[in-house]
C-alpha cells in the first residue's frame, strides 16, 4: 500500500508536536475543515514527494489560513488544473479532467461535501496494471493540530457516512481478483510524537475499510505496509465499523468511539514486533489523516463523503 505523501506529512509534523495535558471533558474536533469548504492544497502525481503544484479553492476559501486539506493524485497521468473549475448541480464546485474529478458541494445539499472519482480505465488505457507497477491514489489528507496523546483520551467518536455514486469494472484477459481491485478507505496515523523516546516517529496505520469491489463488507487487515511506508497496518473488519454496505449505493454510516480500536491496533503493532522502541500510551498520538481511493484495477469509481467528524474527549485531572 504506497502512502508516500502521508509519510511526508508525518516527518513535517514532528516538529511541531508537543506535550499536552488532558484537561477538560468537553469534545473537541481533531479535523479542520471537516467539510471540505475551504479547498485542497494540489499535489503533484509523481510519488515519492509532496510538491505543492498550487491550490484549488473551495466554496469558501479561508484567506488568513488558506486550505488544510492536500489533494493527493498519486501516478495519475495529468494533473487537475485551476482552469477545469465549473459550477455544477446546487451551486457544487468542480474540478476535473479525464481521468479524475472532485466536486465540492454545497452545506446541506444533495452535493454535500465532497465526491472523489476516478476513471482509471483512462489512467491505464485499458490495460490492466502488472504486479509491481504503481496505482492511481486521489486521496484527501491533512495533519492534525495538536494532538492530545492516547493516554489522555477518554473516548475518540469518529462519524462519517459515504456513499457509492458509480462503480464500473472493466475486466481484461489478465485481470486478476487479487492484484486488480478499487477500494475507498479512511486511514489515521498513530504516530509516537514523544521527543525523548527512543521510538520518536514511528507509527501505526489504523484502517477503517469503507468500500472494496471484492467484498460487500471489508474483511480486517493486520499486515506491514511492505509497499510504502514500511509501518503497521491494523484495518479491522467493515463490520465493526457499520452493519451497511456500500456496494447497495446507499448512504453507509459509521458513527463508532474508536479509541478502544486504536489500542488494541497499538497493542497488536507490538505483539507483532513492531513500535517495539515504546509500547507507552503517553507517547503516541493521531498525527494525521488521508481519505479515498487507491485503485490497481481498471475501475470507473465514485465515492461522496459528508458529515465527517473526529471528537477526542479528554480525562478529567484528578
Known amino acids: 500500500m504506497l502512502r508516500f505523501c502521508m509519510l511526508l506529512l508525518l516527518l513535517t509534523s514532528l516538529a511541531g508536536a508537543g506535550g499536552i495535558s488532558a484537561r477538560s471533558a468537553a469534545p473537541r474536533e481533531l479535523i479542520r475543515d471537516p467539510g471540505f469548504q475551504r479547498g485542497f492544497i494540489l499535489l503533484d502525481p509523481a510519488p515519492g514527494k509532496r510538491v505543492a503544484l498550487g491550490v484549488l479553492p473551495g466554496l469558501v476559501p479561508d484567506t488568513k489560513t488558506g486550505a488544510v486539506w492536500d489533494l493527493a493524485q498519486w501516478s495519475s497521468k495529468e494533473t487537475l488544473r485551476l482552469e ?5 448541480f446546487g451551486g457544487a464546485l468542480r474540478y476535473a479532467n479525464g481521468f479524475k474529478s472532485v466536486t465540492l458541494g454545497m452545506p446541506g445539499t444533495e452535493e454535500a461535501s465532497v465526491s472523489l472519482r476516478v476513471n482509471a480505465e483512462a489512467e491505464y488505457g485499458g490495460r490492466a496494471r502488472k ?3 504503481p496505482w492511481v491514489h486521489l486521496l484527501a489528507q491533512q495533519e492534525i493540530e495538536k494532538p492530545p496523546a492516547l493516554s489522555e ?5 469518529l462519524r462519517i457516512e459515504v456513499r457509492l455514486r ?4 472493466i475486466e481484461t484477459p489478465d485481470y486478476s481478483r487479487d492484484l486488480h481491485a478499487a477500494q475507498f478507505q479512511l486511514f489515521f496515523s498513530v504516530q509516537n510524537l514523544n521527543r525523548a ?7 501505526l496505520w489504523f484502517g477503517v475499510p469503507l468500500y472494496d469491489d471484492r467484498h460487500r463488507v471489508a474483511p480486517a487487515h493486520q499486515a506491514p ?3 510504502g511506508t514500511q509501518m503497521f497496518i491494523y484495518t479491522p473488519a467493515g463490520s465493526v465499523f457499520s452493519r451497511q454496505s456500500a456496494h447497495d449505493k446507499k448512504w453507509l454510516t459509521v458513527d463508532a468511539d474508536v479509541l478502544p480500536l486504536l489500542r488494541r491496533g497499538l497493542e497488536t503493532a507490538w505483539q507483532r514486533g513492531f513500535l517495539k522502541d515504546s509500547q507507552s500510551l503517553a507517547d503516541y498520538r493521531i498525527a494525521s489523516l488521508n481519505l479515498g481511493w487507491e485503485v490497481p484495477g481498471i475501475f470507473n469509481v465514485e465515492m461522496q463523503v459528508r458529515k465527517l467528524s473526529l471528537k477526542v474527549t479528554s480525562q478529567r485531572n484528578p
Not at 166 to 169: N, V
Not at 197 to 203: D, L, N, R, V
Open 84 to 88: 477545469s473549475r465549473q459550477r455544477w
Open 153 to 157: 483520551l477518554s473516548a475518540a467518536r
Open 166 to 169: 458509480s462503480a464500473q469494472r
Open 197 to 203: 523516546s527512543p521510538g520518536y516517529g514511528q507509527y
Open 225 to 227: 505496509d511492505t509497499g
Open 131 to 133: 504486479s509491481g507497477e
